[in-house]
């Protein structure tokens, strides 16, 4: 099992920043000790998206089209972390933020299935 703990969501203006961190802890992975991990958001009525994942290492990082050039994933495996700074946000941003685990697959993946563990998501609202 892998434990997922999320913060950092909250109320911004557009423009504006915020930084979500997520522990993880429990099983190691398939393929080491650490696994990919990537940050995915549904807003309401919508379907659950992929926003951003990153390898074990921090050594590849993938951004959603929507988010590139904005957002930023980045861990910190001393302290079993991945963060997801998000600059520029929009109204349209407005979501539940989601931390995700896959501690079985050594290649990120864009889709939720392949994500086995996930946080209790974290509200995330920009306000125009």
């Known amino acids: 099992q892998v434990q997922l703990v999320e913060s950092g969501g909250g109320l911004v203006q557009a423009g504006g920043s915020l930084r979500l961190a997520c522990a993880a802890s429990g099983r190691t992975g398939s393929y080491g000790t650490y696994y990919v991990m990537g940050w995915f958001r549904q807003a309401p009525g919508k379907e659950r998206e992929f926003v951003a994942g990153i390898n074990w290492s921090g050594g590849r990082t993938y951004h959603a089209d929507s988010v590139k050039g904005r957002f930023t994933i980045s861990r910190d495996n001393a302290k079993n972390s991945v963060y997801l700074q998000m600059n520029s946000l929009k109204p349209e941003d407005t979501a539940v933020y989601y931390c995700?685990?896959?501690?079985?697959?050594?290649?990120?993946?864009?889709?939720?299935?392949?994500?086995?563990?996930w946080g209790q998501g974290t509200q995330v609202t920009v306000s125009s």
């Open positions: 995700a685990a896959d501690p079985d697959h050594a290649g990120v993946s864009y889709s939720p299935s392949m994500y086995a563990y």
